[in-house]
Nanobody, 122 residues
Framework: QVQLVESGGGLVQSGGSLRLSCAAS????????MGWYRQAPGKQRELVAS???????NYVDSVKGRFTISRDNARNTVYLQMNSLKPEDTAAYYC????????????????WGQGTLVTVSS
């Protein structure tokens, strides 16, 4: 009923930049918070950045000053601009959306994207 499609991952050198996109489609009334998670080999999945519907943002300390999360509510899309990339940023990145399924906010669904790989070489 709701799908998230991610794009923008790839291979980049240290200090380079990438921009990830995640578009939601399907049957839902609106989207509350959206976020980006990442999971590196041998590590637990961590929340990298999140953004509320009104634009409030939060970041994990390791990416503050380098990454910027944004959203376009009209397009149901969330972005992650990643600058000054480091090898430790290498991971599979997953977007997440907290969707509201009806107009009276009685039904909710959390949805995950398929993942996009980011590899930063040294």
């Amino acid at each position: 009923q709701v799908q998230l499609v991610e794009s923008g991952g790839g291979l980049v050198q240290s200090g380079g930049s990438l921009r990830l996109s995640c578009a939601a489609s399907g049957s839902f009334f609106t989207i509350n918070a959206m976020g980006w998670y990442r999971q590196a080999p041998g590590k637990q999945r961590e929340l990298v950045a999140s953004i509320g519907r009104s634009g409030s943002t939060n970041y994990v300390d390791s990416v503050k000053g380098r990454f910027t999360i944004s959203r376009d509510n009209a397009r149901n899309t969330v972005y992650l601009q990643m600058n000054s990339l480091k090898p430790e940023d290498t991971a599979a990145y997953y977007c997440n959306a907290a969707t509201v399924l009806d107009a009276v906010y009685s039904r909710y669904l959390e949805v995950w994207g398929q993942g996009t790989l980011v590899t930063v070489s040294s």
